[in-house]
């Protein structure tokens, strides 16, 4: 599978994407739907734990959308710094 948000950013295309709070795997289909590019979840400023976050991930891939997230300082196995890609970067 492509990376589709890599290659729109080397078409120089520009990018859709929302902050995701609710920890719905509903919204983010929603977001697919919408035409959006991906979807950042944010588990810092969100009751969204790492179970959810790895439901979340899972919904965003089904649909067709980068997944991203953003973990708490305090997020036990997620590495990596403040922000994290989710899925990996395919060519």
């Known amino acids: 599978m492509q990376n589709q948000v890599r290659r729109k950013l080397e ?5 859709l994407g929302m902050m995701h709070f609710t920890g719905s795997p509903m919204l983010i289909e929603v977001m697919a739907g919408a035409g959006m590019d ?27 959308i980068a997944g991203n997230y953003h973990p ?14 989710a899925l990996r970067a395919r060519r």
């Open 38 to 64: 991906f979807v950042n979840i944010d588990m810092e400023h969100s009751p969204i734990d790492t179970g959810l976050a790895a439901h979340l991930i899972r919904a965003a891939d089904a649909a067709g």
């Open 11 to 15: 078409q120089g295309n520009n990018l």
């Open 72 to 85: 708490a300082r305090h997020a036990g196995g997620l590495r990596g710094g403040r922000r994290c890609r």
